[in-house]
């Protein structure tokens, strides 16, 4: 299976009495709270521990795009992504991703991503969000109604960009460009990179990545139990459209602390994952449902099945209504394993075999964790638990993984020396 | 009074519900907010000496099709085509809220379709310095009280009745505000004001004057941009949805305006 290393960035010192004193995390969350001198070391860090996975041995490295978001620190993944790739040289970069219908043109994301590809050799996940309310309809204005036609169409277009070998006219819904020639191209072009939908659990989403041949990921923050109908619903319905159960064709977000004991776990993992789900998560419930955001059809199956249970459970209307904020619950919740070496290869082991998720992408950077503890877990985890969950799946083939320039081929990218270049 | 009656007209292909009451000189409604999941005590005063002509614009109870309407233009022409359709082609228009910001682009782009003309509280300007409120950013509790002086009556005009079926309901009110968001999407700033200029229809402005969405104040706003003459009345004890709060005041001050 791959072992997938993901940050979201929050910014880690949000105040104590933040929740009493702030309506929201996301979207009017207060600049006054953000100090930009602080932020450059929480920037730093973040990018060090990114680079430290890397090296570390994770297949990827993951980021993801948020707006006025104090636990997301990333309007642009792509500015992150296209410093690892210099910083990096086999791990594969996944942007997860960039949510497309608020990129005005949307040639831009495919520009963008064929410079992430190039400068890293061919090791860009293209990530294709919708995007959630927070973002898309508040912080950036976008329609709820428009949303998603304008999102399936700049799909197209940024698809047709990478593939299109002449400069071709654009007649959209939305857009409309007589001269669409992307340069630079992406190197992985056989036919483009990989494609991941990070979603909810609505059924159209489901049947779209099925019919495209997409990765479906469900990036919740509520863990495996959580996960677990949403999961069921991808592959109910997989099994409807007659695909097989190649557990690559789904990912999933899982926090995770590991120790040298489960009370080393707690002792060290309570405070940051206390942090998170109680202060990044304390989002203003007026920013979850903007009218047309769900569509009718999910809206529908919401109210009258079971399938709803699944898609309900991603709807981020539920999401909040979850909202453990200590950390036995959340450890009893399943948001994130906690243990020894041991306890947490049973628990990863259970995971991926339970949801059948092939691509396990883990936050082992959490709320506020120090970047010295979150190097602790990473280490913790690439050596004692990667070795032990790596085997699993290895029957089936990862059709959906980047396939990057054979070593011989790519650049040799310079050491990087800081200290000498402060010195000079 | 007549009884009511409910006919179907096409518009772009999608049904919209026209509903007519009463007998004397037509008037034309366009609803606000929420649409009208239900006849009101409002339109039956109106009923009471004018035929009272009610189309649901696309999205609204009634009506669907508003998910082909991607820009401002189509929304317009998609109103024209449902008042002509609707029989109300020069006849006295009254639009509220949402409803009166199309009620005021029938009066300014084809201004022979447009006696007189009456906007409650309507929607199409925005003021930074008087920011209205977003209502599509409200917690679920919060609505009513953003709607009416007296939310228990918003609360009573979009509960479901009797035999209402369970699923298709809260889809259909859900709907309505959807509609409203595709027309009026972030701001519910249309640059109608390029256009008020263009309105020579006599024109009476109503607005509540505990309206919790748009600021009354921009009820100056209307009245110095409209070309033609103007009035305007506060309604007492009323919220954005005035016809809602104060149905015989409304309807009185109405009735007043057209003669």
Same mark, same amino acid.
């Given at each position: 299976?791959?072992?997938?290393?993901?940050?979201?960035?929050?910014?880690?010192?949000?105040?104590?009495?933040?929740?009493?004193?702030?309506?929201?995390?996301?979207?009017?969350?207060?600049?006054?709270?953000?100090?930009?001198?602080?932020?450059?070391?929480?920037? %730093?860090?973040?990018?060090?521990?990114?680079?430290?996975?890397?090296?570390?041995?994770?297949?990827?490295?993951?980021?993801?795009?948020?707006?006025?978001?104090?636990?997301?620190?990333? *309007?642009?993944?792509?500015?992150?992504?296209?410093?690892?790739?210099?910083?990096?040289?086999?791990?594969? /970069?996944?942007?997860?991703?960039?949510?497309?219908?608020?990129?005005?043109?949307?040639?831009?994301?495919?520009?963008?991503? &064929?410079?992430?590809?190039?400068?890293?050799?061919?090791?860009?996940? &293209?990530?294709?969000?919708?995007?959630?309310?927070?973002?898309?309809?508040?912080?950036?204005?976008?329609?709820?109604?428009?949303?998603?036609?304008?999102?399936?169409?700049?799909?197209?277009?940024?698809?047709?960009?990478?593939?299109?070998?002449?400069?071709?006219?654009?007649?959209?819904?939305?857009?409309?460009?007589?001269?669409?020639?992307?340069?630079?191209?992406?190197?992985? %072009?056989?036919?483009?990179?990989?494609?991941?939908?990070?979603?909810?659990?609505?059924?159209?989403?489901?049947?779209?990545?099925?019919?495209?041949?997409?990765?479906?990921?469900?990036?919740?923050?509520?863990?495996?139990? $959580?996960?677990?109908?949403?999961?069921?619903?991808?592959?109910?319905?997989?099994?409807?459209?007659?695909?097989?159960?190649?557990?690559?064709?789904?990912?999933? !977000?899982?926090?995770?602390?590991?120790?040298?004991?489960?009370?080393?776990?707690?002792?060290?993992?309570?405070?940051?994952?206390?942090?998170?789900?109680?202060?990044?998560?304390?989002?203003?419930?007026?920013?979850?449902?903007?009218?047309?955001?769900?569509?009718?059809?999910?809206?529908?199956?919401?109210?009258?099945?079971?399938?709803?249970?699944?898609?309900?459970?991603?709807?981020?209307?539920?999401? #909040?209504? #979850?909202?453990?904020? %200590?950390?036995?619950?959340?450890?009893?919740?399943?948001?994130?394993?906690?243990?020894? *070496?041991?306890?947490?290869?049973?628990?990863?082991?259970?995971?991926?075999?339970?949801?059948?998720?092939?691509?396990?992408?883990?936050?082992?950077?959490?709320?506020?964790?120090?970047?010295?503890?979150?190097?602790?877990?990473?280490?913790?985890?690439?050596?004692?638990?990667?070795?032990?969950?790596?085997?699993?799946?290895?029957?089936?083939?990862?059709?959906?993984?980047?396939?990057?320039?054979?070593?011989?081929?790519?650049?040799?990218?310079?050491?990087?020396?800081?200290? /000498?270049?402060?010195?000079? | 009074?007549?009884?009511?009656?409910?006919?179907?007209?096409?518009?772009?292909?999608?049904?919209?519900?026209?509903?007519?009451?009463?007998?004397?000189?037509?008037?034309?409604?366009?609803?606000?907010?929420?649409?009208?999941?239900?006849?009101?005590?409002?339109?039956?005063?109106?009923?009471?000496?004018?035929?009272?002509?009610?189309?649901?614009?696309?999205?609204?109870?009634?009506?669907?099709?508003?998910?082909?309407?991607?820009?401002? !233009?189509?929304?317009?022409? $998609?109103?024209?085509? !449902?008042?002509?359709?609707?029989?109300?082609?020069?006849?006295?228009?009254?639009?509220?809220?949402?409803?009166?910001?199309?009620?005021?682009?029938?009066?300014?782009?084809?201004?022979?379709?447009?006696?007189?003309?009456?906007?409650?509280?309507?929607?199409?300007?925005?003021?930074?310095?008087?920011?209205?409120?977003?209502?599509?950013?409200?917690?679920?509790?919060?609505?009513?009280?953003?709607?009416?002086?007296?939310?228990?009556?918003? %609360?009573?005009?979009?509960?479901?009745?009797?035999?209402?079926?369970?699923?298709?309901?809260?889809?259909?009110?859900?709907?309505?505000?959807? $509609?409203?968001?595709? $027309?009026?999407?972030? #701001?519910?700033?249309?640059?109608?004001?390029?256009?008020?200029?263009?309105?020579?229809?006599?024109?009476?402005?109503?607005?509540?004057?505990?309206?919790?969405? !748009?600021?009354?104040?921009?009820?100056?706003?209307?009245?110095?941009?409209?070309?033609?003459?103007?009035?305007?009345?506060?309604?007492a004890e009323a919220g954005h949805l005035a016809y809602l709060d104060q149905p015989d005041a409304v309807a009185r001050a109405i009735l007043a305006h057209f003669g």
């Amino acid at each position: 299976m791959k072992l997938m290393w993901f940050h979201l960035m929050p910014y880690t010192e949000l105040p104590d009495d933040f929740n009493q004193k702030h309506p929201s995390v996301w979207v009017d969350i207060h600049s006054s709270l953000f100090d930009p001198r602080r932020a450059h070391h929480m920037y %730093n860090d973040f990018m060090d521990e990114l680079e430290y996975a890397a090296e570390m041995g994770f297949d990827a490295v993951c980021v993801n795009e948020h707006h006025s978001n104090g636990y997301g620190l990333m *309007p642009s993944p792509n500015l992150i992504a296209s410093s690892l790739a210099r910083r990096t040289t086999d791990t594969a /970069l996944c942007v997860m991703g960039n949510s497309l219908a608020l990129y005005n043109p949307p040639t831009r994301v495919a520009e963008e991503f &064929a410079m992430i590809d190039c400068i890293s050799g061919g090791r860009l996940i &293209a990530g294709f969000p919708v995007g959630s309310p927070m973002d898309t309809c508040y912080a950036y204005g976008q329609n709820p109604s428009l949303l998603r036609e304008r999102y399936y169409e700049a799909h197209d277009l940024v698809k047709k960009a990478w593939m299109e070998k002449e400069t071709f006219a654009f007649s959209g819904r939305f857009n409309q460009q007589r001269y669409v020639n992307i340069w630079p191209r992406p190197i992985q %072009n056989d036919p483009h990179p990989p494609i991941w939908i990070p979603g909810g659990g609505s059924i159209e989403t489901w049947r779209w990545c099925a019919e495209m041949d997409y990765v479906y990921c469900y990036l919740s923050y509520y863990g495996y139990k $959580a996960g677990l109908t949403t999961m069921q619903g991808f592959w109910n319905e997989m099994a409807k459209l007659g695909k097989d159960r190649n557990p690559y064709r789904a990912g999933f !977000l899982q926090f995770v602390g590991v120790a040298e004991s489960r009370q080393q776990a707690l002792d060290l993992y309570t405070e940051p994952a206390e942090y998170f789900y109680g202060r990044c998560l304390h989002v203003d419930a007026r920013f979850a449902t903007p009218p047309g955001y769900t569509t009718e059809a999910t809206q529908r199956a919401g109210i009258e099945s079971m399938v709803a249970k699944a898609a309900n459970t991603a709807s981020y209307q539920s999401k #909040l209504s #979850l909202k453990a904020t %200590n950390m036995k619950d959340i450890v009893d919740g399943g948001y994130v394993i906690i243990g020894s *070496p041991d306890e947490v290869v049973e628990q990863i082991r259970h995971v991926a075999t339970s949801l059948n998720v092939g691509h396990l992408m883990l936050l082992l950077q959490y709320g506020n964790m120090s970047k010295d503890t979150t190097k602790y877990n990473t280490r913790m985890f690439a050596e004692q638990v990667m070795p032990k969950v790596k085997d699993l799946f290895g029957e089936w083939e990862d059709k959906w993984w980047p396939k990057p320039l054979a070593k011989g081929q790519r650049a040799a990218v310079p050491a990087f020396r800081p200290q /000498l270049a402060a010195a000079e | 009074m007549s009884e009511l009656k409910a006919a179907t007209v096409e518009v772009n292909g999608f049904p919209c519900r026209v509903w007519t009451k009463g007998s004397g000189p037509k008037l034309g409604f366009l609803a606000g907010l929420g649409g009208l999941p239900r006849w009101l005590p409002f339109l039956d005063k109106l009923a009471e000496t004018r035929t009272v002509i009610v189309p649901s614009l696309p999205g609204y109870p009634g009506a669907t099709g508003h998910t082909e309407l991607d820009t401002h !233009l189509d929304w317009v022409l $998609a109103v024209r085509q !449902l008042i002509d359709k609707a029989g109300l082609a020069g006849v006295d228009l009254i639009g509220a809220s949402v409803g009166g910001a199309f009620a005021a682009e029938m009066a300014a782009i084809f201004p022979g379709h447009v006696r007189k003309l009456v906007l409650i509280a309507p929607f199409g300007l925005f003021d930074d310095k008087e920011p209205a409120t977003d209502p599509w950013a409200q917690r679920k509790e919060n609505v009513a009280g953003l709607m009416c002086a007296d939310g228990a009556k918003w %609360n009573a005009l979009v509960a479901a009745p009797e035999g209402a079926n369970s699923v298709e309901w809260p889809i259909e009110m859900g709907r309505a505000f959807e $509609a409203a968001a595709r $027309a009026f999407w972030p #701001l519910g700033n249309t640059r109608l004001e390029k256009r008020l200029g263009l309105i020579a229809a006599p024109t009476l402005i109503l607005w509540g004057d505990r309206d919790a969405v !748009l600021p009354p104040s921009y009820a100056k706003k209307f009245a110095a941009g409209i070309n033609g003459s103007t009035r305007i009345e506060t309604v007492a004890e009323a919220g954005h949805l005035a016809y809602l709060d104060q149905p015989d005041a409304v309807a009185r001050a109405i009735l007043a305006h057209f003669g």
